[in-house]
């Protein structure tokens, strides 16, 4: 016994001091016991290392404490991922994971500062292991990538004390509270968390600013996405889904009890598939409030205000020049003519109009973009600058605003416009696609890595800019010969943003027309959104 303790001692004073590295290896003693990681060159990797369980009586809604481990873990699966609604069946649900790259500079003498990411998808898929932190690592930050629940697992939003909605948003919650907790271990320091991601990773992030949980960042980095982005990230809750997808699957239920009951057993390739089928959009919602219940949200996002916690943050948020690029770059004339109307629909979805406004309104926004023009492949950059414009570009610099207003510490604002690596570089004139950063922040599964010269100087550049930020506050603390300008943040009478290209340039109102012109629009129509009515949009 008194050796064992002796023992225990030993690896404490060994671990807690520097990881222990042998034969390409690397352990880390933390409460939840010893996890191997992998050491390669300037960094340690520890993939696929859970924060939380599910649980699988109720894997809709809280979730569990994960056991100590018994013997060493072994973090060396990325591929971890949870069940997903559109493009793979190969998720799990104990998909609740953490994958972590360290710097060797990193020890418990010399805390690093954190990034974590929270990935993208529509809260439909996507997963922590699509993004390889190799680039952002080797600038001395800790990298850190996060699973959590998708689709009907993350994000029904039920009359039900046990699934009140927003489950995945709660996931990172407990994702951050476990970094607080272990982080100094692999030399992390847990005071300097900074959180990221993009599309609605990005408006996750957003969210956080405004959430009833614990601060657990000083830090948020908000990338092509807000909580005010027309593309569905908030909806109704609709509190018969669980009853509509267990009836899909042939269950006869009438209450939401005996559907979460059913669903918990059923396959999740089953539920996904049934929630796809449907066309059920199973997204961020105004949760119920029960007694003894903590919840996410208790609002919509237009009554969201939190001062106390947006002061103490300093923010990075933007999105790319041309974001809905890839909805209409070339597409024959079959697409628009199965399209149809293109602004009605975006429109009918958002406001409650009778049918007589909703065709004027959608008149005026056809004239104000395409003037006499019609809609085909000679219109797509007009197209794609209506829908980057109503999706995106508006919901983002509506949250900037927002940040100003609540006195938020700095607010950096950006345009990422690089089309060297782009897909539709045949497009005359057309700028950079939703997601188009990616590549250039992570070792991206979707994108090949940048190889060109010019490609590796924006990697350089962009991986520069948010270590800078993740450590300092300030993407730009020093010009260098790599960014040769300094970015100055947004102020009540300015919104100057940084145009990421070859030629850094620091600008002013990024699509100032575009941007009053959709000022307009809301000031007029912003009370008839369909989050602020008990009405269903009008069949047209």
Not at 56 to 76: K, M, Q, S, V
Not at 183 to 211: C, M, Q, R, W
Not at 373 to 387: D, H, M, R, V, Y
Not at 522 to 536: A, M, N, R
């Amino acid at each position: 016994m008194v050796k064992s303790l002796i023992l225990l001692c030993l690896l404490s004073l060994v671990y807690s001091d520097n990881p222990a590295k042998t034969k390409g290896f690397v352990r880390v003693l933390t409460r939840k016991g010893v996890i191997q990681g992998k050491v390669h060159d300037g960094y340690n990797t520890f993939f696929g290392i859970p924060y939380a369980k599910v649980n699988e009586e109720n894997p809709f809604g809280r979730i569990l404490d994960y056991p100590n481990f018994n013997d060493t873990f072994i973090a060396d699966d990325p591929s971890v991922l949870c069940p997903q609604v559109y493009f793979n069946d190969n998720g799990v649900l104990q998909c609740l994971i953490l994958n972590i790259y360290v710097p060797h500079s990193a020890s418990t003498n010399n805390l690093l500062p954190i990034l974590v990411w929270f990935h993208g998808g529509g809260f439909a898929f996507g997963s922590s292991g699509e993004y390889g932190g190799q680039y952002l690592v080797k600038h001395d930050i800790i990298v850190i990538t996060v699973n959590y629940r998708q689709g009907a697992y993350g994000f029904l939003c039920l009359d039900d004390r046990n699934v009140p909605g927003n489950q995945g948003m709660k996931d990172q919650i407990e994702a951050l509270r476990w970094i607080k907790r272990h982080i100094a271990n692999f030399g992390g320091d847990p005071s300097k968390v900074t959180i990221a991601g993009e599309s609605y990773g990005g408006g996750a992030v957003d969210l956080h600013l405004y959430s009833n949980y614990e601060m657990l960042f000083d830090k948020a980095i908000v990338q092509s996405g807000s909580i005010y982005v027309t593309e569905g990230i908030f909806i109704k809750p609709d509190y018969n889904a669980a009853i509509k997808l267990a009836t899909y699957l042939g269950y006869n239920v009438t209450t939401t009890v005996k559907a979460l009951e059913v669903l918990a057993k059923a396959n999740p390739s089953d539920v996904n598939a049934a929630t796809r089928n449907m066309s059920m959009i199973l997204t961020l919602c105004k949760e119920k409030k029960f007694q003894g219940v903590t919840n996410f949200i208790t609002d919509d996002p237009f009554h969201l205000s939190k001062p106390n916690r947006i002061k103490r943050t300093s923010i990075m948020i933007g999105y790319t020049s041309q974001e809905m690029l890839y909805e209409f770059a070339n597409k024959p004339q079959s697409h628009y003519d199965r399209l149809g109307n293109p602004f009605l629909p975006q429109l009918t979805k958002t406001f409650i109009l009778p049918k007589s406004e909703l065709l004027r309104l959608s008149s005026i926004v056809q004239h104000f973009y395409l003037g006499g023009k019609t809609a085909g492949p000679e219109t797509e950059l007009e197209l794609s600058n209506f829908l980057s414009d109503f999706a995106i570009n508006y919901g983002v610099e509506w949250s900037v605003s927002r940040y100003i207003e609540q006195n938020a510490k700095a607010v950096y604002k950006y345009m990422f416009s690089y089309t060297g690596g782009s897909d539709y570089q045949n497009v005359t004139g057309s700028g950079a696609s939703h997601t188009e950063e990616l590549k250039y922040l992570f070792n991206w599964v979707w994108a090949n890595p940048p190889s060109m010269p010019e490609q590796v100087l924006i990697r350089d550049r962009m991986t520069t800019m948010w270590a800078n930020f993740v450590k300092f506050g300030n993407p730009t603390p020093l010009e260098t010969d790599l960014i040769p300008l300094t970015w100055t943040p947004v102020s009540m009478s300015a919104r100057p943003y940084m145009n990421i290209d070859v030629n850094m340039e620091l600008r002013n109102f990024a699509f100032r027309h575009r941007m009053a012109f959709w000022e307009l629009v809301w000031h007029t129509y912003g009370k008839k959104h369909v989050l602020l009515s008990d009405k269903s949009p009008p069949s047209l």
